[in-house]
């Protein structure tokens, strides 16, 4: 149990091009979903944790304007890059928690590797 | 300061043997859970082992066991027995009980297993 999906796995789009990405709890309710990124050969950095139903919140730093977050279901969470630019080029990652599956933990989808043109 | 800490970048083991990838922490929660994830080259990130701080005894998960040495703030994972595929980058992290939903990640270890 405890699978989380993420599509595409990768994808390359054009400069000024926006580009959505889906994370999907399969086989349980995600009550918070996270968005991670991660360059290469570094650690993950969370970008913003979100709850169904609610406004994500975005760590410092973030814009909020380019990384759209929309969790519409409580087993879909969408990451949208807005206008993207080759140094959003990088590996997105998110997670999801559930409040009855293994609380204390949080299960990663298989990540999406984005490269900007 | 840094939340978790991972000193080793690289590290290198003989198939079959075991091997102790190093994680101390900074927290002044008295509650936070502590946690393994393995990444392959693949990218996913795979959970391996959680601590809870209140937890008495060390957490075990087949060949994967963390050795929690609270007042040293430290949460080493130690496989044993390593296997050509435990080859991976392993991260440690660390979830507080203030903003339980927050994790801190390490930057994490290149774990190489020899033939």
């Known amino acids: 149990g405890a699978v989380v999906s993420q599509h595409p796995s990768w994808v390359i789009c054009k400069s000024g091009t926006s580009v959505k990405i889906e994370c999907r709890s399969l086989d349980f309710q995600a009550t918070t979903m996270f968005w991670y990124r991660q360059f290469p050969k570094q650690s993950l950095m969370l970008m913003a944790t979100s709850n169904e139903g609610s406004k994500a919140t975005y760590e410092q730093g973030v814009e909020k304007d380019k990384f759209l977050i929309n969790h519409a279901s409580l087993t879909l969470s969408t990451l949208t890059v807005t206008s993207a630019h080759p140094e959003d080029s990088s590996f997105y990652i998110c997670?999801?928690?559930?409040?009855?599956?293994?609380?204390?933990?949080?299960?990663f989808g298989p990540g999406t590797r984005l490269t900007v043109l | 300061a840094q939340k978790i800490t991972q000193t080793q970048p690289g590290m290198f083991v003989q198939e079959k043997e075991a091997v102790t990838l190093d994680c101390t922490y900074d927290t002044s929660d008295p509650s936070y859970g502590l946690f393994w994830y393995k990444q392959p080259s693949s990218g996913e990130m795979i959970f391996l082992i959680y601590?809870?701080?209140?937890?008495?005894q060390n957490a075990t998960e087949g060949r994967y066991s963390l050795n929690f040495q609270k007042a040293r703030k430290s949460a080493n994972l130690v496989i044993s027995a390593s296997q050509l595929g435990d080859s991976a980058m392993y991260f440690c992290?660390?979830?507080?009980?203030?903003?339980?939903?927050?994790?801190?990640f390490g930057s994490g270890t290149k774990l190489n297993v020899k033939p």
């Open positions: 997670s999801a928690k559930s409040g009855t599956v293994g609380p204390d933990t949080q299960y």
């Open positions: 992290a660390m979830r507080e009980e203030y903003n339980f939903n927050k994790f801190y």
């Open positions: 601590q809870g701080s209140y937890d008495q």
